[in-house]
Structure formats: structure tokens, C-alpha cells
């Protein structure tokens, strides 16, 4: 009987758990295997995120949500409770509302990067609650979510200037559905849905997302309320962000190889020592003044 006991404490002490109010409603966070200190600043986190997401693009229905953080496959499964894209670290599902991570030991992930995962799923679970939600087309809630969570990453805009060299850059209308692409697909395809975001505000102005939105919650769908906003055709957007692709991403040193990189790097960092010693020996020589 003592053993029984002992073995189920074990397993609840390996959940923690904590139910608490945001600006999107009330979040149930459940971790899985974590330490009891970062709940504290996941809990902090969520709450900042849901109020940054509220005044910066709008108010919403509030309904309450969960955010599980798994630490092996079967739960991760469970809790997502559907099909998983090979390459998910996270996702975020309706009915009801979650978001599913793996822990930063499942996924080979930092705490901080896990962090940055936490903000992009509650993008979506934001974007859940926008009237139309369905005809939103992967690009835009991927290419939100990037901005929001700052994923947009150096190495994003490689991989898509590597695909433009080599003319295979995913065209607007393939990237309707992120779940149609490979694993060895999937950091251009959220790098250019982050990139389309980019080219809306730079071509048609900087709240451009945000009118989408508003127009989506007077009972437009996507397509309709993007026309509304941009003033022109859809079409007309997508030869814009092929030009914008083009004008952006077709950068001369990733033209020959990526080995190049290679090269580049250490005599950035060769230059930075030197000019860095430089400024010091300078330094020295006012002291000594």
C-alpha cells in the first residue's frame, strides 16, 4: 500500500499545474516533467503576451485556454489530440483552445527559444478568436505569429535567398496550407510567411495586418478583407511579393555556395578582434596622457 502511494506522489509531483486570468481569458498552464521555478516566469510570460496581443491588434472573445509543456511523445500526442506534422515542436489546436509544446529537453531546444515557442502558439490561439478564422491562409497566421514572437531569424532569410539562387521559392498560393511541406521545406516556408507579412506593411503600409483583422471582424473572410485593405487584388499582391522576394533576398554573397558563409564569418570576426584591440591600445595610450 506504502508503495502505491509513494508511486502515485511521484507522478503528480511531476506535473505542476496553475490556472490564472488574461487578457484572452483563463489559462490552465500544465508542465510535465519541469521544474517547479519556471512557472513563475512561463505564468509572467503568457500574461505580458496575451496583453501585448490585445493592444496591439484588438480586442477579442475571451474563453479560456490551456498551454500543456510535454516531456515525452505519448503526451504530446495525447494532449494534441490529432495529426501532428513530422517536424512540430508546438502547435496550437481548437475546441478547445491549447497550445502543445514539447519541453526544451524533448525538442533539443533552449529555455529560451521554448520561450519564444510559448509567444508564437498564443498568436494563433489569438487568432482563433477572429470571426473567419478558417479562411485564413497559412502565410498570415505563420508570418503573425514570426513577428510577434521575433522567430524571423537571419537564418530564415538565408534559406530564402539560397532559394531564390536556386529559383525554388515556394509561391504564395502553395503556402495556403504549411502542412502540405516537407521537413526540409518547412524553414523556408515559415520564412516566407513571415516575409509576405513584411511586404503587406512595406507596400501597403505598416497597419496593414491590423485592417485585415478589423475588416475579418465586421464578417469578411481573409481574402476579401486583404483586398479591402490593400486596395487592389489579391493577384496584385502576389507578384508584389515575388518582386519583393527578388529586391530582399537576392543577396550577392550566397550566390556562389554557402560554404562562403564559412569564409565570411571568421574574417567578421578576425576584423572585429583587430578593431577591438585597436580602440583599446587607444584607450590606454589616453590614460597614460
Known amino acids: 500500500m506504502m508503495r502505491f502511494i509513494l508511486f502515485i506522489s511521484i507522478f503528480v509531483a511531476q506535473v505542476f499545474s496553475d490556472t490564472f486570468p488574461t487578457a484572452l481569458g483563463e489559462c490552465t498552464l500544465e508542465i510535465y516533467g519541469g521544474r517547479v521555478d519556471d512557472i513563475p516566469e512561463i505564468v509572467q510570460l503568457i500574461k505580458d503576451e496575451s496583453v501585448i496581443l ?14 500543456y509543456i510535454t516531456s515525452n511523445m505519448e503526451d504530446f500526442y495525447e494532449k494534441s489530440k490529432g495529426p501532428v506534422p513530422e ?89 495556403r496550407n504549411m502542412g502540405i511541406h516537407s521537413k526540409g521545406k518547412i524553414k523556408l516556408a515559415y520564412g516566407e510567411s513571415a516575409a509576405a507579412v513584411e511586404a503587406l506593411q512595406y507596400y501597403y503600409g505598416e497597419d496593414t495586418p491590423l485592417k485585415i483583422l478589423d475588416d475579418m471582424r465586421t464578417g469578411m473572410e ?68
Not at 57 to 66: A, D, K, M, P, T
Not at 261 to 287: A, D, E, M, S
Open 222 to 289: 481573409f481574402y476579401d478583407a486583404l483586398e479591402a485593405a490593400i486596395n487592389e487584388e489579391y493577384i496584385e499582391f502576389q507578384i508584389k511579393f515575388e518582386i519583393y522576394l527578388e529586391e530582399n533576398y537576392n543577396w550577392v554573397f550566397l550566390l556562389r555556395s554557402a560554404k562562403y558563409i564559412y569564409v565570411i564569418l571568421p574574417i567578421i570576426l578576425v576584423l572585429g578582434f583587430l578593431y577591438r584591440t585597436h580602440r583599446n591600445k587607444l584607450k590606454l595610450k589616453q590614460w597614460e596622457i
Open 87 to 175: 517536424w512540430g515542436i508546438a502547435l496550437a489546436k481548437l475546441n478547445p483552445d491549447r497550445a502543445i509544446l514539447k519541453s526544451p529537453g524533448l525538442a533539443n531546444i533552449s529555455f529560451i527559444r521554448m520561450k519564444e515557442v510559448i509567444v508564437h502558439e498564443l498568436n494563433h490561439i489569438y487568432m482563433f478568436r477572429i470571426p473567419n478564422y478558417y479562411t485564413m491562409p497559412s502565410w498570415f497566421k505563420e508570418g503573425m505569429a514570426m513577428a510577434g514572437s521575433n522567430e524571423f531569424s537571419l537564418l530564415h532569410k538565408i534559406e530564402i535567398s539560397k532559394a531564390h539562387w536556386r529559383k525554388q521559392t515556394i509561391p504564395l498560393q502553395r503556402l
Open 54 to 67: 490585445v493592444d496591439e491588434l484588438g480586442e477579442v472573445n475571451i474563453r479560456s485556454y490551456s498551454v
